[in-house]
């Protein structure tokens, strides 16, 4: 994972589920903080795998997500499509078979599973932006640079 993967949204969590827990008022929410305090666990684990990488030269984009742990057990898939579908549809199906013993944590994790699929397909549509923005970057410079020979009279 990238150094600056779980920022602003990682501490949102944190007051986030608070209230969410508090609207299951009469309901036993231990499970969703116990699942809380894992999720803490893996942002600490994860912040200090890329502080110790730091020291290293940056081998992959500092906001990568890092490799899907399902990507082993689909061959064939790519990392997008793991991403885009496979981890928001096994989060949906958890929380769907948790709905039945634990609805507060059930619910959360059907509700994850909807934010990730955004997420992950927001992050496609500004990806592909950047990649038309170069794109047209390249074009104009091939455009430009052909002006600039002509202009200095060199051959193509």
């Known amino acids: 994972m990238g ?17 969410y827990a508090a609207l ?6 231990r499970p969703l903080f116990i699942f809380l305090l894992a999720y803490v666990a ?6 200090a795998e890329g502080l110790l990488r730091r020291r290293q030269m940056p081998i992959c984009h500092s906001r990568y997500t890092g490799v899907p742990r399902l990507m082993g057990q689909l061959p064939g ?3 997008l499509e793991v991403k885009r579908y496979a981890e928001p549809g096994l989060v949906l199906l958890v929380g769907g078979a948790l709905c039945t013993f634990t609805p507060p944590l059930g619910v959360y994790l059907m509700l994850a599973a909807g934010g990730l699929f955004v997420s992950v397909m927001a992050s496609g549509v500004v990806d592909r932006q950047h990649l038309l923005d170069l794109n047209d970057l ?3 410079n091939q455009a430009r640079a052909e002006q600039i020979r002509a202009m200095r009279g060199d051959e193509p």
């Open 24 to 29: 299951w008022e009469g309901r036993d929410v």
């Open 42 to 47: 893996m942002c600490v684990r994860n912040r």
């Open 138 to 140: 390249m074009i104009e």
């Open 3 to 19: 150094e600056r993967y779980a920022d602003i949204q990682a501490l949102a969590v944190l007051v986030l589920v608070p209230f």
């Open 77 to 79: 898939r790519t990392e």
